[in-house]
């Protein structure tokens, strides 16, 4: 899950931000499974299925943005959408600048990908996507971090020898092993995350427990882990 390195501006722009009776959904739609644009060019992917839930069990009118990851937190206390839905984990640095609801997916771990077995994940060339937890573990764990835009300039850094490995969530690099031939998976699995939830400005506490009501509304009753079932696959981590 993602870790955007936060900015004064963005922390400046948190106090006195609400959201209309249309609420605005932002995405990334570039993670798939979480995001994506379709083939229709409309966002997709697990997040778009359980945000449209959502927002109908919590009788909001709803419609969605994408936004690139760099900037997606500073447009939303901005307030050019009011929610981000797009894998973003929880965490400290996070709830300086935005407020969260409750985790809508458990943690999840963070896996390398390479070519070849025997890799030298402490003090190779690791890539990642910028600003994100994998990007900062790498940076931390004394290898040398190459930095991309989004996963799949990063799988084709370790294919055209850029990189040694990648590093990424399990479920978002896990595709690019099973349908290719030439990536595998390397080294330990690593835990990265407290699980992810939908960002919301931090005044806007009405919204956040509407979608907090929502949340545990389709948890108890099964239909949070039907969709994590049906985008992730039968291995994937439920709620129990």
Not at 196 to 208: A, F, H, P
């Amino acid at each position: 899950m993602k870790k955007l390195i936060l900015t004064a501006a963005a922390l400046a722009l948190t106090a006195g931000m609400g959201w209309a009776d249309t609420v605005r959904m932002g995405t990334e739609g570039a993670y798939p499974p979480y995001n994506l644009i379709d083939d229709k060019g409309e966002v997709g992917g697990f997040e778009r299925e359980l945000g449209d839930e959502l927002c109908k069990r919590a009788e909001l009118e709803c419609t969605w943005v994408t936004n690139d990851w760099d900037s997606i937190i500073p447009n939303l206390v901005s307030g050019n959408y009011d929610t981000i839905l797009a894998a973003m984990s929880i965490n400290d640095e996070r709830k300086k600048v935005i407020a969260f609801t409750d985790p809508y997916l458990p943690p999840a771990p963070s896996s390398y990908v390479a070519l070849e077995e025997g890799v030298d994940l402490e003090g190779g060339v690791i890539a990642a996507q910028t600003s994100t937890v994998q990007s900062s573990y790498v940076a931390e764990s004394g290898a040398t971090l190459l930095e991309f835009a989004n996963i799949d300039e990063v799988l084709a850094a370790v294919r055209n020898g850029e990189a040694d490995a990648a590093f990424g969530d399990h479920e978002v690099v896990k595709p690019y092993v099973d349908e290719g031939d030439d990536l595998m998976f390397v080294g330990e699995q690593v835990e990265l995350d407290e699980g992810i939830g939908i960002g919301v400005r931090q005044s806007d506490n009405e919204l956040r427990e509407k979608f907090n009501t929502a949340i545990a509304a389709v948890k108890e009753d099964g239909k949070l882990n039907e969709l994590i079932v049906k985008w992730f696959g039968e291995d994937a981590r439920t709620w129990e």
